[in-house]
T-cell receptor, first 112, second 113 residues
Framework: GQQLNQSPQSMFIQEGEDVSMNCTSS?????WLWYKQDPGEGPVLLIA?????ELTSNGRLTAQFGITRKDSFLNISASIPSDVGIYFC????????????FGKGTKLSVKP | ETGVTQTPRHLVMGMTNKKSLKCEQH?????MYWYKQSAKKPLELMFV???????ENNSVPSRFSPECPNSSHLFLHLHTLQPEDSALYLC????????????FGPGTRLTVT
């Protein structure tokens, strides 16, 4: 079945640093979404993207729908401690309508 | 209550028990979903309901039985589970099952002993 490759798997951040992560697929996707999950909670929707090339911001978060429609990127500027958590990409390639494929997540931790 | 709520938040059950997970959404959505989240694996879609009708069943074993009595409530009935069924079970809702913006509840952490 369809799979999303999300990288990096984990990263350490220092307060104030910018963070980048990405998600790639082998097929063309028509929707990309980014979620954040805190420990003991469900994923929270951060940004939804619907058009190739689209760049959307939500506060310090910016996500882009890749031109090839096979990838998406999430950037966090000037990270703060509450940014730690697991970030998931999700997408729909036009299979069963509304069904999302999820990446395995990028775990953000504070640099010791 | 706002958003999507799930009860119980934690559940420990034996392999011969029968239990149910409950989900309620207060967003006015008409599609609801059950997902399974296991360590180091992507979220796995289990069931999709739209307007109280099941539109998707992703080859889930029959020991998991969903029920959607109305557009605000969703249940997952569990019986004779296996230890490998231990996971976080997440409920989500959206405005129509063709909407990609799904909103999740906090999940039920299930442990099967």
């Amino acid at each position: 079945g369809q799979q999303l490759n999300q990288s990096p798997q984990s990263m350490f951040i220092q307060e104030g640093e910018d963070v980048s992560m990405n998600c790639t697929s082998s097929s063309i996707f028509n929707t990309w979404l980014w979620y954040k999950q805190d420990p003991g909670e469900g994923p929270v929707l951060l940004i939804a993207l619907y058009k190739a090339g689209e760049l959307t911001s939500n506060g310090r978060l910016t996500a882009q729908f890749g031109i090839t429609r096979k990838d998406s990127f999430l950037n966090i500027s000037a990270s703060i401690p509450s940014d730690v958590g697991i970030y998931f990409c999700a997408g729909n390639y036009g299979g069963s309508q509304g069904n999302l494929i999820f990446g395995k997540g990028t775990k953000l931790s504070v640099k010791p | 209550e706002t958003g999507v709520t799930q009860t119980p938040r934690h559940l420990v059950m034996g392999m011969t028990n029968k239990k149910s997970l409950k989900c309620e959404q207060h967003l006015g959505h008409n599609a609801m979903y059950w997902y399974k989240q296991s360590a180091k694996k992507p979220l796995e879609l289990m069931f999709v309901y739209s307007l109280e009708e099941r539109v998707e069943n992703n080859s889930v074993p029959s020991r998991f039985s969903p029920e959607c009595p109305n557009s605000s409530h969703l249940f997952l009935h569990l019986h004779t589970l296996q230890p490998e069924d231990s996971a976080l079970y997440l409920c989500a809702s959206s405005q129509g099952h063709t909407s990609y913006e799904q909103y999740f509840g906090p999940g039920t952490r299930l442990t099967v002993t």
